[in-house]
């Protein structure tokens, strides 16, 4: 069954500008990933954060998580053309440690 | 000295016949994986396996079999291909289990005619 929803579903913005998207999950966790995808690539690992952590930094990305509230968020800071990609949350839930989880993605453009 | 590679990237057959894509990973890790995503994006697991031994199986089809020879290689061999398989296919590794972070290959699109 699916775990993570992100919102939104597409997100277009001016370079320069933050890029803020959501994402939320039903059950217990043990961690919770972010992945990018690049059109017709792969997915690559983006920053992981515990369960037991609030809020990660990564370069120009910020990642915070609401065990409270089942809730994750990912800030990209001052975007460029080449952030744009789909944006991915998965989660592992608690008791299973080898399956991640997917949610069904944000679409970012970032303009020129 | 590509990390985790595929084979092959696009693979284009008819209904009813039988295919295997080939997934190799050069990063020493134990667990692989196999993953589905579907024309809208929903991308969800199929396999897992750790040093050579099945640990997930998500209730997919047994026309699906896949085989890992050793921990550096995870195939996966599907039979009587339908047209509701046409997916890209993407091998994953990790290090361990306990929700490491996992390392994608570029993907198989597979179409069923």
């Known amino acids: 069954s699916q775990q993570g929803e992100e919102d939104p579903q597409a997100l277009s913005i001016q370079e320069g500008e933050n890029a803020t998207m959501n994402c939320s999950y039903k059950t217990s966790i043990n961690n919770l990933q972010w992945y990018r995808q690049n059109s017709g690539r792969g997915l690559v690992h983006l920053i992981l954060?515990?369960?037991?952590?609030r809020e990660k930094h990564s370069g120009r990305l910020r990642v915070t998580l609401d065990t409270s509230k089942k809730s994750s968020s990912l800030l990209i800071t001052a975007s460029r053309a080449a952030d744009t990609a789909s944006y991915f949350c998965a989660t592992v839930e608690k008791g299973s440690n080898y399956k991640l989880t997917f949610g069904k993605g944000t679409l970012l453009t970032v303009n020129p | 000295d590509t990390a985790v590679s595929q084979t092959p990237k696009y693979l284009v057959t008819q209904m009813g016949n039988d295919k295997s894509i080939k997934c190799e990973q050069n990063?020493?890790?134990?667990?692989m994986y196999w993953y589905k995503q579907d024309s809208k994006k929903f991308l969800k697991i199929m396999f897992s396996?750790?040093?050579?031994?099945?640990?997930i199986n998500e209730t997919v089809p047994n026309r699906f079999s896949p085989k890992s020879p050793d921990k550096a290689h995870l195939n996966l061999h599907i039979n009587s291909l339908e047209l509701g398989d046409s997916a890209v296919y993407f091998c994953?590794?990790?290090?361990?289990?306990?929700?490491?972070?996992?390392?994608f290959g570029p993907g198989t699109r597979l179409t069923v005619l």
């Open positions: 990063l020493g890790h134990d667990t």
């Open positions: 954060i515990r369960s037991n952590e």
């Open positions: 994953a590794s990790s290090l361990a289990g306990g929700g490491d972070t996992q390392y």
């Open positions: 396996y750790n040093n050579k031994e099945l640990i």
